[in-house]
């Protein structure tokens, strides 16, 4: 992170924004051209589960390739002057570097807090601790549980300072991608069987089904096998559309309950439920064979191919938010409306 703020002082800054249980500090990396302006933004984290290396590499990865391409790309280019980039390469501290102390602890996957009296175990799953129908589905009471969801909604402090940080700031995201593995899914909100995004359509559905004419970012090329073009695909399809031509490999779209296990408590569903439309969590490769370790000859494929997915709906989003307030400001224009009226 520090060698990324060296290499790029004008586009990359490193932020301090929390203290875990044990005291280490959680940084971010945000990313983007300072205009003087209020920018629109994304956010993306890795490492809530701290088995999952896959992750933090991935966001290491992501962060090396939009800062090279802001030099070769003219869409990069103008992204970073539209948007800022904030990207937690490691959100569970603690749970991270305990994972790499020895093979018996290579599979920890939560935090470190200590479990309430009489428990005598540690930890609590940072992704069930978020306040999105907390503690109802997918989750358990008992300390000792891989995925105890906590004594209360937002009770440890990892969780309690994202929402901070993102919640201070929720009408400037585009975006909420967070990364996990394994599985190879692209999953939308909600967990809970009982709830769907209201945007689940943009997100998930056939073409036909959304009614939608037309794309603001990169649709998926047509098949040259085909003789006839596919329609244009939804963000959700398209990416993993993006994904499948770098490497082949076939990512699943859906919420959790469809594709994976119903589930509550996760910042995917609370960054939904605060009002950020393009809200993801992509669980990398693979499915199954190796988990969460993965062998190191697929490191660099699954970033690859994760960056296509990751870049389409960010390119969405942006076109997306872009494209309509310019279309709002020519209506304006061509209606004699003038800035000093706005005002």
């Keep these: 992170m520090w060698l990324m703020v060296k290499d790029h002082p004008d586009l990359v800054t490193m932020v301090d924004y929390g203290r875990t249980h044990e005291n280490r500090t959680i940084s971010l990396l945000k990313i983007g051209l300072n205009t003087g302006l209020k920018k629109k933004a994304v956010w993306m984290d890795c490492g809530i589960h701290a088995q999952e290396w896959i992750a933090p590499a991935f966001c290491q990865y992501f962060v090396r390739q939009i800062l090279q391409a802001s030099k ?7 992204m970073m002057k539209n948007l800022d980039f904030y990207v937690t390469p490691v959100f569970n501290v603690d749970g991270y570097v305990y994972s790499w102390k020895d093979n018996t602890t290579r599979l920890w996957r939560k935090n470190r807090t200590p479990g309430p009296p009489p428990c005598s175990c540690y930890g609590t799953d940072l992704n069930r601790n978020f306040d999105a129908n907390w503690g109802t589905v997918g989750v358990s009471s008992d300390c000792c549980s891989q995925i105890h969801c906590g004594t209360a909604p937002m009770s440890e402090p990892e969780t309690q300072f994202l929402t ?21 899914l692209l999953l939308v909100p909600y967990g809970h069987p009982n709830f769907t995004a209201h945007n689940y359509a943009e997100l998930v559905l056939a073409p036909t089904l959304l009614g939608f004419q037309g794309c603001f970012a990169p649709c998926l090329q047509p098949d040259p096998d085909r003789s006839r073009s596919p329609e244009p695909a939804t963000v959700g399809t398209a990416a993993a559309g993006a994904i499948e031509k770098v490497h082949g490999k076939i990512y699943r779209v859906g919420s959790s309950p469809e594709i994976l296990y119903a589930n509550s408590g996760s910042s995917r569903d609370w960054a939904h439920m605060l009002g950020i439309p393009m809200t993801f969590t992509f669980e990398l490769r693979d499915n199954g064979t190796f988990g969460f370790e993965l062998p190191e000859d697929q490191i660099q494929p699954t970033c690859e191919e994760a960056y296509s997915g990751a870049l389409h709906i960010i390119t969405y989003a942006h076109d997306k938010a872009f494209s309509a307030a310019a279309a709002v400001w020519t209506v304006l224009l061509a209606a004699g409306t003038t800035a000093v009226s706005l005002m």
């Design 72 to 78: 070769t790309d003219p869409k990069m280019e103008l």
């Design 164 to 184: 901070y940080f993102v919640g201070s700031r929720k009408d400037d995201f585009l975006c909420f991608l967070t990364i996990h593995s394994y599985g190879q």
